[in-house]
């Protein structure tokens, strides 16, 4: 009995910081919890309200609290523009 072979794909992601003023929503939505609608808020806000100047500012994206904002921090930054 032949048993076909399975190929998975595997995906280096380097470990750095994703910078919430540069990331586009495809990359937003890798972070734990964030999914589409929420990766499109944050880049929307960014758009309607300028640059982040920290991490804490995600918490003014609606659907964002403590909790995710928790979950996110040491996987986010914020840099310049």
Wanted: aromatic residues 4%; charged residues 25%; contains cysteine.
């Amino acid at each position: 009995m032949d048993v076909p072979a399975v190929l998975v794909p595997i995906r280096f992601v380097e470990a750095v910081p994703l910078d919430l003023n540069r990331a586009t929503a495809e990359e937003l939505e890798e972070l734990p919890g964030i999914g589409p609608v929420l990766a499109a808020r944050i880049v929307a806000f960014r758009e309607e309200n300028g640059p982040f100047a920290s991490v804490e500012d995600l918490c003014q994206v609606p659907g964002i609290g403590p909790e995710t904002l928790d979950a996110l921090r040491g996987l986010v930054t914020v840099e310049p523009p």
